[in-house]
């Protein structure tokens, strides 16, 4: 339709401009031209470019209509004069029509060239500004650590300065207490009744011991004096010092929050909250979530960094030492000679044999990842292991075999930060392959279940299938190309090393997610990688794990983008998130439902669990839905509200209280030192320790009457029995509310 009424306009313009001579008015001949030639030109134009890009560049076909319409004063001319009006006009019309439409299509390009200049300087300014940003913070931080270096110097002269007045006050005290003892010793002589010439000699020594002692206390007291200046002086210096540090923290605070600013526009991130709005609260919701909790010292030292070094603590976790957490695992064993012919019930024996030494192998495997989960001082190292073990799901069940168990799981700590390297590696993971029998996905005879599940669960995610959007990838990626592009990826079953088997691979080409090729499986990941799609799957599966079940589009997309810009590493995204203003929602603090793990990892690092029965944790966390290197499917665990439907919410509240009666904790000496002086403050310390969400005043007031009356902490010690099974009590009451299930 835009094509016909574009070539309709340009007919009806050319007629007109045969039929100016008719017209009597210069001024109608120019208004006739005009109309013309930007309906044309226009109609022109919407035909090229559909009516919103017409919207745009309205301007610019106006322009050329009036250059068109100028031009057509030299046909005017033709026609005045009477030279062949009809043909040269309609020639000239031609003629300056395409050189409008040249001119329209050079001013389009140029626009479309100064816009790409525009995103590419501006690009450039954010990343200028994030890199002088950070240069700043660094000079800053440099003389806040030479203010630091300084101010302990003063304090250290302070420190010499009070010693030195202590020892002259110490000085001045004795010469005091040597003229007192003087003034005592001369006056005993002169009450002497004996003869006078025998005192005399007693008394002018004494006098002048007197007068030693006398001039000896002047000077102490001098000294005292002057050292109090010199104190004084020093004290001075201090305070000029502590003054310049806070001025200094006051400006790298700003720097910090400038340059936050800064590198989230450079990256298209979200954008950060400021350090004024960093508190207690904020630090213990990090702590939660890009961990498993703490205690209040570890909530207060993170408030204490402000939110741009408590972030980077978590994060940058590869500076801190590794939890050496000894583990020696059975390697895969070869079969000797006659184990491999063996039939009948000797296969049978030597099969049961191999299955309780594995069985007790799996059971050691889940038991150490309970202590790192538990006790490693990088919580998001494991954290972030425990999401890619749900994400990439496997379990022993089907396997039976604990040592590709821990291959893997050390595969996802060594990579945790790496989804590139995570895809790439899965597909040649050898649990991965045996559990979704990849090693029966040969040329001629495909097997597609890791094929369908590397596109479905892994990368671009089933809701972006054909099936939910037109443009989502078809049957035909999973089938004709993934899964033919994975044949031959297998592994050795006498050693569990990936092998791959060229023989058995199709090396035809294949067209996968619109681009065809010779693909194997690193190149088909390639092409995976490069779909917007996988980035976008991702960043919404972390934002649901870190953040809140509920996606945020927007959000979500500006997390994609900071992702895809860093080569799919996750820390610079998830920096980006635990600074964002989103993490620190309303919606999103305290709306998270804790996972079994989550649970008893974060109630044992809340109450100092001393010595963890992680044999116990095991049985724990299978009766609650979460058996480690077990998720129920390749979905991996269901998450939410499913962990607190009616039949786990009750084992959620007896393991909870089990681990809490068993741990052995002594509660009066976990809370002593904390100076509680009565019951109230006791119940707001365990409140404020426990939970994330508020407690109800009916509660509170229950937990108070629960525990009774009790002295100050300073005084627990006397009735220590007694009040330890009181706090044990209350501690369990508090762990078992509906408020302990979220985080």
């Not at 993170?302 to 976790?317: C, I, S």
């Not at 050496?324 to 184990?339: D, G, M, T």
């Not at 810009?565 to 998270?592: C, D, T, V, W």
Request: hydrophobic share 40%.
């Amino acid at each position: 339709m835009a094509l016909a009424r574009s070539w309709a306009a340009t007919v009806q313009f050319l007629r007109r401009a045969a039929r100016l001579r008719f017209l009597i008015s210069w001024r109608e001949r120019w208004y006739h031209l005009s109309q013309a030639g930007v309906l044309a030109v226009s109609n022109r134009m919407t035909y090229l470019w559909g009516e919103q890009v017409m919207n745009r560049r309205s301007l610019v076909a106006v322009s050329c209509g009036s250059v068109l319409s100028g031009s057509l004063w030299v046909g005017l001319t033709l026609a005045q004069t009477g030279d062949d009006p009809s043909a040269a006009a309609v020639a000239k019309a031609r003629d300056e029509l395409a050189a409008a439409q040249k001119t329209f299509d050079g001013q389009s390009a140029a626009a479309e060239e100064a816009q790409a200049k525009l995103r590419k300087a501006r690009h450039k300014l954010f990343a200028e500004e994030a890199w002088a940003a950070r240069q700043a913070v660094v000079k800053v931080e440099a003389l806040n650590t030479a203010a630091n270096k300084a101010l302990a110097a003063k304090k250290a002269q302070v420190k010499a300065a009070q010693a030195k007045i202590a020892a002259a006050t110490k000085n001045a005290k004795k010469a005091v207490a040597e003229k007192t003892a003087a003034e005592k010793t001369l006056t005993e002589l002169k009450n002497k009744a004996d003869a006078q010439a025998a005192t005399k000699v007693p008394q002018a020594e004494a006098k002048k011991i007197l007068e030693q002692k006398t001039a000896a206390s002047r000077k102490a007291d001098e000294a005292v004096v002057s050292a109090k200046r010199a104190a004084e002086k020093m004290s001075a210096e201090q305070a000029a010092a502590e003054k310049l540090l806070a001025e200094e923290k006051v400006r790298l605070t700003s720097l910090r929050d400038a340059a936050a600013i800064s590198h989230a526009n450079a990256l298209g991130g979200l954008k950060p909250i400021t350090s004024q709005q960093w508190d207690y609260a904020k630090a213990r919701h990090l702590l939660f979530r890009a961990g498993f909790g703490g205690t209040p010292e570890e909530v207060q030292k993170l408030v204490d960094m402000g939110p741009h070094k408590a972030v980077e603590y978590l994060v940058e976790y590869h500076g801190r030492p590794v939890l050496n957490v000894e583990f020696n695992i059975l390697s895969w064993e070869r079969r000797l000679a006659y184990e491999v012919h063996l039939h009948g019930a000797a296969k049978n024996r030597l099969a049961e044999r191999d299955e309780r030494r594995d069985a007790t192998q799996h059971a050691k495997l889940v038991d150490w990842w309970g202590n790192r989960l538990a006790e490693s001082p990088r919580p998001l190292e494991e954290k972030l292991v425990l999401f890619w073990h749900d994400h990439f799901a496997s379990s022993y069940l089907t396997l039976r075999n604990a040592y590709m168990m821990y291959q893997q799981n050390q595969f996802f700590r060594h990579y945790a930060d790496n989804f590139d390297a995570l895809l790439h590696g899965i597909v040649q993971d050898p649990a991965m392959i045996q559990y979704l029998n990849n090693d029966a996905n040969v040329t001629g005879n495909n097997n597609e279940n890791l094929g369908r599940e590397v596109l479905e669960l892994f990368s671009i995610g089933e809701e972006n299938s054909a099936v939910h959007k037109p443009d989502g990838y078809t049957e035909k990626d999973v089938r004709d190309a993934n899964t033919r592009a994975l044949t031959g990826a297998t592994f050795e079953r006498y050693s569990g090393q990936f092998r791959f088997h060229a023989v058995r691979h199709d090396s035809g080409p294949k067209t996968l997610l619109g681009k065809t090729g010779q693909w194997g499986p690193h190149e088909a990941i390639d092409v995976i990688l490069e779909h917007p799609a996988t980035a976008q799957y991702v960043a919404k599966k972390l934002w649901q794990y870190f953040v809140r079940w509920e996606p945020d589009p927007e959000a979500i997309e500006r997390l994609a983008h900071v992702l895809r810009q860093n080569g799919y590493r996750i820390r610079p995204m998830l920096s980006n998130l635990f600074l964002s203003e989103q993490f620190y929602s309303k919606e999103s603090m305290a709306s998270h439902i804790k996972s079994p793990v989550e649970l008893l990892v974060g109630t044992a690092k809340i109450v100092k669990l001393p010595k963890p029965n992680y044999s116990k944790w095991r049985y724990l966390l299978s009766n609650m839905g979460q058996a480690l290197f077990d998720p129920p499917s390749v979905a991996g665990w269901p998450e939410g509200r499913h962990w607190i439907n009616a039949n786990l919410l009750m084992l959620r509240y007896t393991s909870v209280a089990d681990l809490v009666k068993g741990g052995g904790i002594d509660f009066v000496a976990l809370l002593k030192k904390y100076k509680l002086k009565n019951t109230e403050e006791v119940v707001d310390h365990l409140a404020q320790r426990c939970l994330l969400a508020d407690l109800s005043p009916d509660k509170r007031q229950a937990l108070i009457e629960c525990l009774g009356p009790l002295p100050s902490s300073s005084e627990w010690d006397k009735q220590k029995k007694e009040i330890n099974a009181k706090l044990q009590e209350a501690v369990m009451l508090l762990l078992s509310s509906p408020e302990y299930q979220v985080s």
